[in-house]
DNA sequence: GGAGCGCTGTACCGTATGTTACGTATTTTG
DNA sequence: CAAAATACGTAACATACGGTACAGCGCTCC
């Protein structure tokens, strides 16, 4: 059963020629609201010609453009008046194999975010962004792309952050860096690297402060760490999920950046004037 | 302070003629729809004529009619963009500072699912899964720590898998290596990368089927990308939010990874047989 | 490698749309 | 009550919008 265009079209737009797909995924995008405007401005927008867009509606069964408009304004019409509809309808709109991986990480970012504490984020986030340390940052075989994503981030915003990469010969020798004002964020879910825990216990004794992001079952590094965020994993995948200390890591990055711009920090402001 | 077209007509509708204000309860009953309908209906759902509809847009302070109607699509615009989930939605359990963040994000996946279809999703499963070629990954300043994680998944199902790193003159010399049967896989949100986009160009002139993350807004590379996925971004941060695509790579990673399994892959059996 | 097909864009056309001028009706004011 | 000002609709107009014919191009399939 097809109520809405846009299904319609993501029903069809495999039958699609490329120019015709193209408008299909413009409109999907900003769905509907390019479909209200002139033809001449949704060719524009979707980078075809206005024929191209003309044979697309044709394509999806109507006789005419002003016709697909009319569709398009009933369907907001609808929308509208039942506000609730739109956000609510748990009976996913998409009833297929997908969704359960979407539900099963949305609970999961409730549920980590239900056992972090306000308190919690802002002292790692007094951490992250008192000055007077270096930041390093580590991640695990699957991990490391949240490390270089964090890192990517924080590096803009301060000096002294450093992704520690490549071979654990040449992260090991990085452990002279460290000392008791910095801060080393950990990477780190099942299954645990040996290696990484070696580093951890190691940075410790230096006295490194460790911020650990880690899984529900704790990483062995929680032993050592001054902070530790547990991120719920569980999804119907053969494959863990890192989505929730995915966003526990933008979270930071948001609150850090805040943080800094509180604290009239020099830095962003000349960042800002670069902008 | 009037910021909606709604708030602005209750306020000066006591200052209109007889006429004037039938336009306006009219088009505040069945706010906003009748306003994108032409002059011609909007003046007869009135029951008045057209140049009074006119008249009564310019005592908004329009121009013209084409004008009112842009600012009343761009309010919807907005509005469908933050949905009413955020004032509808039950106060968050954690009423702290970093909900906001969470109900984003909550939100941005929702909606970035909602526009996607299994359809889709299969289509482009069923390409990273065809082994006849090989797969490249690729992302931007931001963005590359995701092409990373997805390579580091889809590497150990199926062999010839390639994260594109380091200096553009690198992964510009592997486009040798790059032919028809093969998959590009591009991460490029706001800002858009200019080295990206002729990347892409370029492969895409080689034959290669692209499939692009970004944002909603369309990195130009959609014009060249086989597929697009167009995730939300928006979140209160002065980051955005690369969550949605995030959850989109691991559905990506877990789906084909369940293809490959059906497909009874000797490699998949190999690496079961290694744990 | 060649022939056929299908897709796409350019250029042009008819028309529906927004707009304006003007005459009539209605209300307001001295 | 008269006269003027304001409001409204009819009708004519110009523009820009949607629609179409056609030619070029790339792709696929012999």
Redo the contacts with the bound molecule.
């Keep these: 059963m097809i109520s809405s265009i846009a299904e319609l079209i993501s029903d069809r737009i495999g039958t ?6 193209r408008a299909a995924q413009t409109l999907i995008a900003s769905y509907p609201l390019i479909g209200l405007k ?3 401005e949704f060719s524009a927008a979707a ?6 867009i ?2 697309f ?1 044709a394509r999806l069964g109507f ?5 697909f408009q009319s569709a398009l304004q009933d369907e907001l019409a609808a929308q509208l008046q039942s506000p609730a509809s739109r956000t609510l309808n748990p009976p996913s709109p998409n009833g297929g194999a997908v969704s359960p991986m979407l539900e099963a990480t949305l609970d999961n970012l409730r549920e980590t975010f239900r056992h972090l504490s306000d308190k919690q984020l802002a002292d790692i986030v007094a951490k992250l962004a008192d000055r007077r340390g270096k930041t390093f940052l580590i991640g695990g075989r699957f991990t490391d792309p949240l490390a270089r994503y964090m890192a990517a981030h924080l590096a803009i915003i301060q000096p002294n952050v450093f992704h520690l990469a490549g071979q654990e010969s040449v992260w090991r020798d990085r452990l002279i860096d460290m000392g008791k004002r910095d801060v080393l964020v950990i990477f780190d879910i099942r299954r645990y690297q040996e290696s990484l825990v070696r580093f951890a216990e190691t940075a410790h004794q230096r006295g490194v402060q460790i911020v650990l992001f880690t899984d529900q079952w704790l990483s062995p590094i929680a032993r050592f760490a001054r902070h530790v965020i547990a991120g719920r994993t569980a999804v119907p995948s053969a494959w863990d999920s890192s989505a929730a200390l995915f966003v526990v890591a933008e979270t930071l990055i948001g609150a850090v950046t805040r943080q800094l711009e509180a604290d009239g920090a020099k830095r962003i402001r000349e960042l800002e004037s670069l902008r």
Tied chains: 1, 2.
């Design positions: 699609m020629p490329a120019g015709e797909r002139t033809v001449a980078g075809v010609s206005s024929p191209t003309l044979r509606v006789q005419n453009y002003p016709e």
